[in-house]
């Protein structure tokens, strides 16, 4: 007998079969790997690094390896492949397909457009001949203030091509925000587009671009991608390819150029990608090539089981890591689908409505999404046909328990929920799905192949079944080269690895459960402990969200000057509901009964809604500080959040 609970989601026999994970399993059996299961097959890859990142790299046929795959274990520091040399837009466009489009481009009012690999290919190289005549050279760098529109990813391949280090933002970001994250780069062109579609509204950004290109006093060359069809230059001009010192993308494109990527060393920068920034200047996290390409090729290719046949989108933006991790689909062949736009526009269910009409084989979103979609009660596969789609993608945050049922029964029984939890620290997953692995409702999987992921106490012990520090105990490939401005690499140390020397500490608080999956309980420097007893938000949200009253929750715990302990429960009711003592008593219940009396809070306020990062992440920390009495203008960087007015509300309700 057992009290584990069942699996919501099984693979067939014969879809573990057809797998490429199992593939991979055969092809690194002369190399040692097991055949049994995935958690041999974890355990060995952990164990064996050298074997299996080496076997990763035969397989997914990479080039010839001239030295030792792992010259150093050393955290930070290791050594991945040194003697490599490759170019990550070379990885790219290794496996073009002739009869399927390499992008898929989406937006709320055009028609789609398909995009072929000779085109993408074709383009690339003449924007990387365009930059190199700019004077780009490997290592400086070029800049985006993009939408997630093709152009942006043919203008990081050619940037990448050159050997030069791509970084952008979306243009949700205003300028001041967007300068804070370029400008510590010193780069050399920007690119940007006129605008881009969202909520059924055109925003015009070339006043925008101004501001950012006047701001930006290192670049030489703008490139405007004309995305909104806001130009209203004179055909003279536009013939030009150039207007007020901007040239014009079809004139940065119009090089005939021969396909030729600079190879670089294995760890030569390829972007840099930016933390949150909510609390002080955004961190510039630098990533090679190398290390980006097999982490990508091992989660796309293995994790997510993608190839040739399927059509991969993921709703993010360039000012997000899930964006970068989109284009990976392209490495193992597979179609990936822009969106310039809004999940939820014209109506919630536009998502859906798009996988359905363009048959999406994978789509990642968030749980915000999801929870959204069931409390408009809706049916996607009653309302459409989602007969292509195999699996979703969940990051962000957790999936609840209860949105991971709902969308076994609205979205598909055998639509494989592929929750993933990882970083723009290491630009992938520490824990994700596998295609021949159970689903357990709430949970996350298992750990990824090559990730030597445990729980730890504050001693620095393993723990089960029980909340500990999520660390790293091996070096990952893709881990960063570097911080941006950080010539002793002290504030690398210092982000991981000052709590338990020579291991990386992530931040999170997890749970490893005796099935093996992964409990995540939000970030730790936000975790709730009253009375000694540390206690995760996620579990609270995951209650408090599934209550028909509650659109969305925010709970902090606040250490008062006095040595109280204050917890309050911010609560963004749905629409016409009011905070009555009716209401009140079905969420102070829920939580009694679906966790602990120790869980329910001190007090629950009405807010007019809850702000977040700009990639959806509840502003727990800033709050917290906010509450505690520190100075709103310090504890967060309004232009990181999406909603400032209520950065201004909580000052409010805190004076």
């Not at 906010?626 to 100075?631: E, F, V, Y």
Request: with cysteine; proline share 7%; charged share 20%.
């Amino acid at each position: 007998m057992t009290n584990e609970p069942a699996p919501m989601w099984e693979p067939t026999p014969d879809g573990a079969a057809r797998a490429r994970i199992t593939d991979f399993a055969r092809f690194a059996r002369t190399s040692g790997a097991p055949q049994d299961s995935y958690d041999e097959l974890l355990r060995w890859s952990v164990d064996n690094p050298e074997s299996f990142w080496g076997s990763l790299w035969r397989y997914f046929d990479l080039g010839e390896i001239p030295g030792p795959v792992l010259a150093s274990r050393t955290m930070p520091g290791a050594q991945w492949f040194p003697g490599v040399r490759l170019n990550y837009a070379n990885v790219v466009m290794r496996r073009p397909q002739a009869e399927r489009p390499a992008i898929l481009a989406l937006s709320e009012d055009s028609p789609a457009k398909h995009i072929s690999w000779d085109q993408v290919q074709r383009d690339t190289a003449a924007l990387a001949a365009t930059l190199r005549e700019a004077g780009v050279k490997p290592g400086d760098r070029v800049v985006g203030y993009l939408p997630n529109i093709p152009e942006a990813i043919i203008a990081f391949l050619a940037t990448a091509s050159l050997g030069a280090v791509w970084a952008a933002c979306g243009q949700d970001y205003s300028a001041p925000a967007a300068v804070a994250r370029l400008a510590q780069l010193n780069p050399v062109v920007l690119i940007a587009a006129d605008g881009y579609r969202y909520g059924g509204k055109v925003h015009d950004k070339r006043p925008t671009v101004e501001e950012l290109s006047a701001a930006l006093t290192s670049i030489t060359a703008t490139i405007l991608v004309p995305n909104i069809g806001a130009d209203s230059t004179s055909a003279d001009k536009q013939a030009e390819g150039t207007r007020d010192g901007v040239m014009d993308w079809a004139a940065a494109i119009a090089n005939e150029a021969e396909w030729a990527p600079t190879d670089v060393p294995f760890d030569h920068p390829l972007w840099v990608v930016f933390s949150s920034g909510t609390t002080g200047l955004p961190k510039g996290i630098v990533h090679g090539h190398g290390g980006v390409a097999i982490e990508h090729l091992k989660q796309v290719g293995l994790h997510l089981d993608l190839g040739v046949d399927d059509t991969f989108f993921w709703f993010t933006s360039p000012s997000w890591m899930m964006w970068n991790f989109l284009i990976a689909g392209l490495m193992v062949g597979s179609t990936v689908v822009t969106y310039d736009g809004s999940p939820a526009s014209p109506h919630i269910d536009a998502v859906w409505k798009l996988a359905a009409d363009h048959r999406v084989t994978v789509v990642g979103t968030s749980p915000g999404y999801v929870l959204s979609c069931a409390k408009a009660e809706r049916s996607p596969r009653h309302d459409h046909d989602l007969s292509a789609l195999r699996a979703v993608g969940i990051t962000g945050a957790t999936l609840p328990e209860s949105s991971a049922w709902w969308m076994h029964r609205h979205v598909g029984e055998d639509v494989q929920i592929c929750s993933i939890s990882g970083g723009t620290d290491v630009v992938s997953a520490f824990v994700g799905p596998s295609p021949i692995t159970p689903v357990w409702a709430g949970e996350i999987t298992r750990p990824c192949l090559g990730v030597a992921l445990d729980s730890f106490d504050t001693s620095g012990n393993s723990v089960r079944n029980g909340v500990g520090e999520l660390v790293i105990t091996a070096p990952m490939p893709s881990m960063p080269v570097a911080f941006w401005n950080d010539p002793d690499g002290s504030k690398y140390l210092d982000a991981y690895f000052d709590t338990y020397p020579g291991i990386w500490r992530h931040g999170d608080w997890i749970s490893i459960t005796d099935h093996g999956t992964i409990l995540m309980h939000g970030r730790s420097d936000s975790t709730l402990n009253r009375h000694g007893v540390r206690m995760g938000s996620a579990d609270i949200y995951q209650v408090v969200e599934q209550i028909p009253d509650v659109f969305e929750a925010l709970i902090l715990g606040v250490e008062l000057p006095d040595g109280e302990y204050w917890m309050p429960l911010f609560v963004h009711l749905a629409d016409e509901v009011e905070l009555t003592d009716e209401v009140q008593h079905r969420i102070v219940s829920a939580i009694r009964e679906q966790l602990s009396p120790r869980h329910v809070p001190d007090e629950i306020i009405a807010a007019p809604a809850i702000p977040h990062t700009r990639t959806g992440k509840k502003l727990e920390v800033p709050l917290k500080k906010i509450l505690q009495g520190g100075d709103p203008g310090r504890a967060v960087d309004r232009s990181a959040v999406d909603s400032p007015e209520l950065v201004d509300w909580f000052a409010q309700f805190r004076r």
